[in-house]
């Protein structure tokens, strides 16, 4: 007797889905604007740290358009074709961001190498500073803002890319610290290699982006702590002598849940159906937005030879 969720999944409420969608596209506006001046503070300067900051900005374009794309996604109802839901659009977009940012960081390696053998001063080093100086300031408006939303909302998504901004911030002030040391102390080399820096920090981003997207495409299981977690929940019913056959899985912002419990085999339907109801409350509660499924069996009774067969 399997048992799916009575009470529906759980779905943030209107204005918060509105902050959410909101703050997605303040973050795509930041970052168009911190592409257009790095662009011209770059052509002016001919910095390769302000290069490499310029990419960092143009892939968060990228990523904050996708996270724009997968709050939608996230948002949007189960319908008739796609009755898990829409949340493997974000992984899918995430393979393309992956490469995107693998790409971009090698560019920066090549760029950042050529300029170490060959290394020259930069010129107009206060326009890039400038730049950056407005860069850092956007970005900590843009991620207090975020910091709020994902306090009254929970939102993954948002939490995600709170982070990268957060990194964009430190990434931003070591451009700054390769533009003071190559301009006011003589050290050329400065520029290059936070280049290099930068990109590192890319590699890194792109094999999380790309290891993510691939769990969730594979269905992979949640990390033990969540498993641990769900089992603990459970446990706390003592109508539930056991459980078992827990599978789990992640899809964008939802979470899918499968288990089988184990009751006495004397109660009858409705009180079977009652505990699976607390059971499955709690677990919502632990894990919003998830769904789950709870297929209850009689403890101590052995599955049927016909049914054994199938």
Do not use: C
Not at 24 to 30: D, E, F, K, L, T
Not at 261 to 271: F, G, M, R, T, V
């Amino acid at each position: 007797m399997a048992h799916r969720a009575a009470v529906p999944v759980n779905e943030p409420d209107a204005s918060h889905g509105t902050m959410m969608i909101r703050v997605a596209i303040a973050a795509v506006g930041v970052a168009s604007v911190l592409v257009i001046m790095k662009t011209v503070a770059y052509i002016v300067t001919d910095s390769i740290a302000m290069m490499a900051s310029l990419a960092d900005s143009a892939l968060d374009v990228f990523a904050s358009f996708v996270n724009l794309l997968a709050i939608r996604h996230a948002l949007t109802p189960a319908d008739r074709e796609h009755r898990f839901g829409h949340g493997k659009a974000e992984p899918l977009a995430g393979l393309g961001q992956g490469a995107f940012i693998a790409g971009s960081a090698a560019f920066l390696v090549i760029e950042s190498i050529s300029r170490l053998i060959a290394p020259h001063p930069i010129e107009y080093a206060a326009v890039g500073l400038g730049v950056m100086a407005f860069s850092i300031a956007m970005t900590v408006v843009l991620v207090i803002a975020q910091r709020i939303v994902i306090t009254r909302t929970g939102s993954v998504a948002v939490g995600a890319d709170s982070m990268h901004y957060i990194g964009d911030v430190v990434t931003n002030a070591g451009v700054v610290l390769g533009i003071i040391l190559s301009t006011q102390f003589g050290i050329l080399i400065a520029d290059p290699i936070i280049g290099i820096a930068v990109a590192a920090i890319l590699s890194w981003s792109a094999v999380h982006v790309f290891r993510q997207s691939y769990d969730q495409l594979m269905d992979r299981e949640l990390p033990d702590t969540d498993r641990e977690k769900i089992k603990a929940v459970v446990r706390q019913h003592a109508e539930v002598r056991s459980m078992h056959d827990l599978r789990t899985r992640s899809a964008g912002v939802h979470t899918f849940i499968q288990l089988h419990i184990e009751l006495d085999p004397q109660i009858n339907l409705l009180k079977a159906h009652e505990i699976s109801d607390a059971v499955e409350a709690d677990l919502m509660v632990a894990f919003p937005r998830a769904e789950v499924i709870i297929h209850q069996d009689p403890a101590g009774v052995e599955m049927p030879v016909a049914l054994q067969a199938t």
